[in-house]
């Protein structure tokens, strides 16, 4: 009889050629990876072929139960998700509960999970948020932990170390932010794993990249979404959006205006034409080997920075925090220096990925109890960051992602009665700024 088996992220078939498998001399099997599980015992039993199943080696576990009470669209995106054979992912706004989604679905398959997550602040929030529902300790993996149980959290980082290790020890395998998982490196933890059962969660599917594409292939479909204007009022914030333009001062145009004459006049004489991040991409590798090309580059990253940085953008946000003080406040910046800049001449708290956790910790713990009102921040807030209920955001600067703008949008919309959230935009008139918060808006 064959039998089937694990071996470093593979499965072994014996002498039988399943789907997506490789002859392996060395072996004198056949061989797929993980992922392919679920299609290799599906062919074998549809083909009559007989076979021992020793793929999974399941921790032993209790019955995993729990008393948590969904919204009724929770409930339809974990029906969509099993008619979809319980692969694929889940679309839903930040703050509209998606980690209640995740545990309906160990709920379902009622078996050892991984919960797969980018931070470690994320892997604290979700087996804070498992261990409370499920009544039992949770295992992580990251951050110098490897604790492993029947529920376990791990970094995309470490579940990418430790895939071979972890792949046939779960039956279901939860991606939370799952539009990282095609990224260079992580798509192999979902290649290695063998978890037949698979879901992802995030609120922003498409990637600027387009490899989003790829996740079809490594978990399944997207089988259900709704947008957060939809979700608004009834189960998130009501909310508006505001922009707010301000001039570059002279002698910030005057440059802003010479780098940019640098850079397109190189696209002029080269023939080239940017219109997508790949055609950027492709600039980006030309300077490498192209003075000119690279000199261009850094005068429309030079260009691109005056813009983001005006000091017209300063005296606009104390008017704003002026006519809207003693609001919960969150300030957004693409760069770090400008964080701290305002940090110190605002006497505001701030935020970055350099902040120390405990730190950081801190600080929101304070903005939640109301002895900080503001905080600013760069990208550090974007994802993965439970923050308390602010109800004013305002975008200084940012990029062109609409992922990134859904989600600062996402930070403001936990629902508390008689709460109305407001982002303002701040953007430099005449410049290529406009452009970037066109698209960026094209989210909502």
């Known amino acids: 009889m064959l039998r089937l088996r694990y071996l470093k992220g593979t499965i072994l078939t014996g002498e039988v050629n399943v789907p997506h498998s490789v002859w392996d001399g060395s072996m004198r099997s056949y061989r797929a990876m993980g992922m392919h599980y679920a299609e290799a015992t599906d062919y074998l039993r549809n083909s009559g072929i007989q076979f021992s199943d020793e793929v999974l080696d399941l921790l032993p576990h209790s019955r995993l ?84 149980l029947p529920l376990t959290v791990a970094t995309y980082d470490t579940a990418y170390l430790r895939a071979e290790e972890l792949g046939n020890r779960f039956k279901l395998i939860i991606f939370d932010e799952v539009h990282h998982l095609p990224s260079p490196g992580f798509s192999q933890i979902a290649e290695v794993f ?46 508006r959006i505001e922009k707010i333009y301000v001039d570059l001062l002279p002698g910030e145009d005057e440059e802003y205006r010479r780098n940019l004459l640098i850079y397109k006049s190189f696209l002029a004489k080269s023939g080239m034409v940017i219109r997508s991040p790949q055609d950027l991409k492709r600039l980006i590798m030309r300077s490498a080997r192209d003075r000119e090309a690279r000199e261009a580059l850094l005068a429309k990253n030079r260009a691109m920075a005056i813009a983001l940085n005006s000091a017209s953008k300063k005296e606009a946000l104390k008017q704003i925090l002026r006519e809207r003080a003693g609001e919960k406040t969150l300030i957004f910046t693409q760069h770090n220096d400008l964080v701290y800049r305002l940090s110190k001449e605002l006497l505001i708290p701030a935020i970055t990925h350099e902040t120390p956790k405990d730190e950081r910790a801190e600080i929101l713990s304070a903005f939640r109890s109301g002895q900080y009102r503001t905080i600013v921040t760069s990208k550090v807030l974007d994802e993965g960051i439970d923050v308390p209920d602010a109800s004013l955001g305002i975008i200084l600067s940012g990029t062109g992602s609409r992922r990134e703008f859904v989600q600062r949008l996402g930070r403001l919309l936990r629902k508390v009665d008689g709460k109305e959230a407001t982002l303002i935009e701040v953007v430099s008139r005449s410049t290529a700024e406009t452009g970037v918060s066109s698209r960026r808006r094209r989210a909502i």
């Open 65 to 148: 139960n729990s008393d948590v009470e969904p919204r009724p669209y929770q409930l339809e995106a974990l029906d969509a998700w099993i008619a979809a054979g319980m692969r694929g992912t889940v679309v839903l706004p930040t703050g509209s509960g998606k980690t209640i989604v995740g545990i309906l679905a160990i709920i379902e398959v009622g078996a050892p999970s991984i919960v797969v997550v980018p931070t470690i602040d994320l892997m604290e929030q979700w087996r804070s948020r498992l261990s409370s529902s499920f009544s039992q300790e949770v295992g992580a993996y990251g951050g110098g932990e490897s604790q492993l």
């Open 194 to 239: 063998a978890s037949p059962y698979r879901l992802g969660l995030t609120a922003t599917y498409e990637r600027e990249d387009g490899l989003h594409e790829d996740l079809a292939r490594l978990i399944g479909p997207k089988v259900y979404e709704q947008k957060v204007a939809e979700m608004a009022g009834d189960h998130l914030a009501p909310f």
